[in-house]
């Protein structure tokens, strides 16, 4: 029987949930690296591309989704990404992101907390 690994009582986390898993590492080592005090879901998803192994990671997991690419990446901008972040000690939720755009989701905010 897998570890729970924070899933809760799921013996198999679903696809969502595997995904996180994947590309939390990824996600990871660019807050770690990331300057300023804030950004939006958006911003961080454009600064993962920039990264070559965060944007092999990403397109892996719109890859492993298995739809079409519009709805792959909503799941991934949509939960994917922001359950990543939601978890993480290093940032913190600041609210949603009015104005900000991203075809795939709703924008939110996000704070570097002091534990990077």
Sequence with gaps: MPSNRGHGDITRPDLVDELMDFLAPAVTNILTRIEGDE???????????????????????????????????????????????????????????????DPYAVPAWWTLTSGR
Excluded: C, N
């Design 39 to 101: 950004f939006t879901t958006p911003q961080f998803i454009e600064l993962m591309q920039t990264d070559p192994e965060g944007k092999a990671a990403y397109d892996e997991a719109v890859r492993r989704w298995g739809e079409d690419e519009v709805m792959s990446k909503m799941v991934i901008h949509g939960q994917v990404i922001p359950g990543i972040l939601r978890r993480s000690p290093l940032v913190e939720w600041a609210g949603y992101a009015h104005g900000d755009i």
